[in-house]
């Protein structure tokens, strides 16, 4: 499958599940994993573009989306010492 087809797709569903609402808990609960995952994912990649001039590059992937989503600011601060003192 083509990447546009499947997000658009996920876009479709996302759009139903908001117009909606999710009636039963699993599915409100992974819908929120979900818009952590994705807020985390933003704050990672405007942490890049400001960070661009200073050397500060975090990658954007699962698991650093899910530590600065889920987290917030402080998980992305953590990131951010982690990649410039550990690694």
């Known amino acids: ?30 819908g929120q994993a979900v818009i952590k995952l994705l807020i985390g994912a933003l704050f990672l990649f405007f ?19 899910a530590i600065s989503g889920f987290l917030g600011i402080p998980g992305l601060f953590a990131l951010v010492a982690i990649q410039q003192w550990v690694i």
């Open 47 to 65: 942490l890049n573009v400001a960070g661009n001039r200073y050397g500060i590059h975090v990658p954007i992937n699962f698991a650093t989306s």
């Open 1 to 30: 499958m083509e990447p546009i087809i499947v997000i658009s797709i996920l876009g479709v569903l996302i759009l139903i599940l908001l117009f909606s609402g999710a009636s039963f808990r699993p599915a409100r609960f992974a």
